[in-house]
């Protein structure tokens, strides 16, 4: 795989991936990080780099690096009162690498998303990401509704978002395991899913367009939930 911008490569280096070799700008390759690369670095031109990362957003840097390894969703639930971040369908790429990056800072122990209809973790949303990806576990389900299942018999609250719902996103103490289900674009939660949950909390609105875009949901639902944890 190759990833590309100067976050996803520098946080490849630093996270559990191998990177076998990076490509860079001659500006690019004066940054500290580059010059004390433990990977071989290239100095080329941009033209090179974009055709390589197949992006005009690689920003002088992009990286050959291993496959990306999925972790395994028994290892999140397992987790002493986990906050896991699970995802319904979300398929853009942007989206996914945005709530991947919310996720990481506010110290979520995972993502889940499911194995079909969903976006998977691509160079695109390693750029999107800004690398996050590299530190945050992400595992994928066969099924979402069974995944829920599977999170209450272990312990855990699972709580999804949806507009409208009468339960204010701010009312609920989040201490302990919690999941944080969030819908695909444009369509939220899928009916079976939004059954699976615990309860369904909504976040208010108070301007005129009609809602928020998923990631920036994820963000307000993660830093709810993170308040009273250590």
């Not at 969903?118 to 990401?129: D, G, I, L, N, Q």
């Not at 800004?130 to 209450?152: C, M, Y």
């Not at 709580?159 to 939220?188: C, K, S, W």
């Not at 976040?203 to 809602?211: V, W």
């Amino acid at each position: 795989m190759i990833v590309y911008g100067r976050n996803p490569v520098r946080e490849a280096l630093r996270g559990r991936r191998t990177v076998h070799r990076i490509w860079a700008t001659k500006n690019a390759a004066r940054d500290e990080w580059l010059v004390t690369s433990s990977a071989p670095v290239t100095v080329t031109q941009a033209e090179e780099i974009e055709r390589r990362s197949g992006a005009a957003t690689h920003q002088g840097v992009c990286a050959e690096v291993s496959a990306y390894a999925y972790a395994d969703e028994g290892e999140a639930l397992s987790s002493p009162e986990p906050l896991i971040v699970l995802l319904d369908q979300v398929q853009d790429p942007q989206n996914l690498g945005a709530i991947c990056r919310s996720a990481e800072c506010a110290g979520a122990t995972a993502v889940v998303i499911g194995e079909r209809r969903s976006a998977e973790v691509t160079p695109a949303v390693c750029k999107a990401s800004a690398g996050a990806v590299e530190h945050l576990p992400i595992a994928r389900v066969r099924n979402v509704a069974d995944f829920l299942s599977e999170a209450k018999v272990a312990g855990v609250w699972c709580y999804g978002a949806q507009q409208g719902a009468p339960l204010a996103y701010d009312a609920i103490d989040y201490i302990g395991g919690a999941v944080l289900v969030l819908g695909g674009e444009g369509r939220g939660l899928r009916p079976r899913v939004a059954a699976a949950c615990d309860a369904l909390v909504s976040i208010p609105l108070r301007g005129q367009i009609e809602s928020l875009s998923v990631s920036a949901a994820a963000a307000v639902l993660l830093y709810a939930a993170t308040r009273g944890r250590t």
